[in-house]
Structure formats: C-alpha cells, structure tokens
C-alpha cells in the first residue's frame, strides 16, 4: 500500500554494518528468519534510522551520526529507557528490543526496536485517502487527545522521575535558549532583544510537572491505515523530558500553520494544519485548557516561546551553513524564516498588552467582529 511509510535507499556514506549488527542481535536471543532488507528513513534532524525487514519480524535500529558523542539529541541510552519505561503507561509507543552500547559492533551505540506499520502525515495527507472535513476534525481531536494523554501519565514513583530536573522547567527554558540563540547568532538576523526581555520578564510559576514530548507534530504520530483517523504511534522520543504542559503546547504551536498565515509560514509547513476542519492555533488552546482544566495567566507567553525556541533551533542550523560547515541548499533561506518568527513574537507580545488594557480590549472587540 503506497500510503504506508517506509524506507528508501541506504544514503552514501550512511551504511549500516547489517552483518555486525544481525549477530549481535542474535547474541541477544532476537530470532532473525530470512534474508534482511535494509533501507533508511530520510525523516528526522539528527539521527539515524533504518528498517530491518526479516520474514519473521520488522525492525527499526536508531543510532546516532557519524562523529557525534552520545549526549543530549544522540544518546540513545537515554532513548530507548525512555520509550521503554513510559511504554506500561503509554501503549502507543513501539516495543523496544535491545538496546547496544558496544561501540565495537558498529562504532557507536545504537538500540532496536519493532516497527509500528501505519501512515505517517508529513505536510499533505495522502491523496488515496478521501478524507472529510469530518475526518480532518476528528484526526486533528485526535492527535491533541493523544498529547493530553501523555501530559497525565503517571510519572511518580517510576523510573520516569529521573527523566528532568522537574520544578523550574520554564525558567530553565528561557534562560537556556536565550543562551543559544545569541551565540548562534548571524548578522542577518534579528536579535529578538525585545521579545527576550518580555519572556525573562514574564516567566510563570510551572503550571505542574509531567512528561512532555517536546517535538510533538503530525509527523511524529503513525495512523492505523484501516482507520486513518485513529494514532496508532508515536515517535522520536530523543527530547522527552519532565516539564510544564504548556510548554509543550506552545512548542508544537509553533510548527502549527495556518491557511491564513503568510507565505514565508506556509513555505515551511511540515504537517497538514492548514485544511479544512483542522483546529486554528487558538482553538488548539481553547481545546487542551477546556479538557485538561489548566488556566493560565499568560498564555500567549507560552505560545511566545515556542516560536522563539523554533527560531533558536533554525537559527543553529542556519549557523552552520552561514559559516560554511554545511551546504545543504534546504538551509540557504532559513533566515527569512527567522525574521518572519521574530515579527509573530511580537504581534503576539502587542496583542497580549492591548487584551490588559482597557482601551485595547476594546480594540480587539472590534477587530474580531
């Protein structure tokens, strides 16, 4: 079924040592019938991932890039307990198989896990599907529902209490992007003095701590090809960590694009939030805080971060290649996008001042008319 993801060609210089990893599993008492298929997924930033298709059983192996030391995006170890260790309260992540940290089986360490068969929605859903406004709505209630979910796992008293630092994760947060993003600054792009001072300024208390995914898209769910509405999966699990909700939230809103927004915003769209019957940005927010009961005093804070935080992260990337340590053509632009997220922060900033002001209320009373 062509809606179904799978892998392509083994990229150049990518290469996976099938025969070095195939005994080692079988080392870990893995049945392996068959001869193996190997092909890699061209999705996600940082690490590696392959399919090993057996006759008996379908794998996917994770390891981290040539030349990087296992920490932070690249450690597996961390990885694989995660998905491990949430999978009892969380069911739709895959099911681990072993986990290797003997660098001498293919020169880093790398872990295993079964494949979830099922469609994976990257920026237009698949033609061979006729999905209703209806069904649009439900897929889009769906995915949220399945971020609430998560954000009410039980994490005390697991293993899962020594995934973050817990109490102070907002403050973390911004300070520690503020960092990044000014050393990672070029001269083509903004500063974002305003919007970083407004955020430093406006750190809330935690609304509560939980497990949150941290790059939580469309493109990281898996959908059951029989009912294409309902998640079967979820993936890339590499920055899951124990923090505030919103956080979460307000991250994932800022990958969310609307149909109303601007052309630089739509030239980076990576999931299907523009069509029809899908949730706007404010009434993804009106929908978590009316099912999870949280209230915050600030919200657009939280959305004001996201963005900032994704500018941080293009804005690494774009370094790269502004200093030549890249050429990856995909990364050439990628300062206009900045730009573009800097102009948003501060709409956002404006209007939340005006919602506190008597007049500016008002204002927006008329404006939403």
């Known amino acids: 079924m062509a809606i179904i ?40 930033a940082s690490n590696w991932t392959y399919r090993l298709k057996y006759d008996n059983v379908d794998l996917i192996l994770r390891r981290p890039p040539k030349g990087t030391k296992a920490k932070s995006a690249h450690d597996m170890a961390r990885e694989y307990h995660v998905q491990n260790n949430l999978k009892p309260f969380y069911p739709v992540l895959p099911e681990m198989v072993a986990l290797c940290q003997d660098e001498s089986v293919i020169g880093c360490d790398f872990y295993v896990m079964k494949r979830i068969e099922g469609i994976i929605p990257r920026a237009n859903l698949p033609k061979e599907i006729d999905y209703t406004e209806a069904d649009v709505r439900q897929l889009c209630i769906n995915v949220l529902d399945k971020l609430i979910e998560l954000h009410q796992v039980p994490y005390q008293g697991t293993a899962l209490e020594q995934l973050g630092k817990g109490d102070g994760y907002c403050r973390r947060q911004v300070e520690g992007w503020d960092k990044r993003y000014v050393k990672a600054r070029t001269k083509n792009v903004p500063s974002f003095n305003y919007v970083r001072k407004w955020l430093l300024a406006n ?16 493109d990281n769910v898996i959908l059951d090809p029989q009912h294409p509405t309902e998640v079967i999966g979820v993936l890339d699990w590499e920055m899951a960590t124990l923090g505030d909700p919103l956080m979460d939230l307000g991250s994932a809103l800022a ?38 009961g949280l209230t915050p005093e600030n919200w657009a804070f939280y959305e004001v971060f996201g963005l900032f935080r994704l500018a941080g992260i293009a804005q690494q990337i774009y370094y790269r290649y502004y200093h030549q340590q890249t050429d990856n053509p995909a990364f050439k632009n990628l300062w206009i996008v900045i730009n573009a997220i800097h102009l948003r922060a501060l709409k956002l900033i404006a209007k939340q001042k005006m919602a506190n002001h008597p007049i500016g209320k008002q204002i927006l009373k008329r404006i939403s008319k």
């Open 5 to 44: 993801d799978i892998g392509g060609n083994v990229r150049n210089g990518e290469e996976l040592d099938i025969q070095a990893v195939e005994t080692w599993l079988k080392n870990q008492q893995v049945d392996l019938q068959g001869q193996v298929q190997v092909t890699q997924y061209s999705g996600g």
């Open 203 to 218: 750190i809330p208390a935690d609304t509560k701590t939980c497990v949150i995914h941290n790059d939580w898209r469309f």
């Open 255 to 292: 990958y969310w694009v609307e149909e109303s927004d601007n052309k630089i915003f739509k030239a980076t769209r990576r999931q299907p939030t523009n069509r029809k019957g899908m949730f706007s940005r404010q009434q993804v927010v009106d929908y978590y805080l009316q099912q999870t």
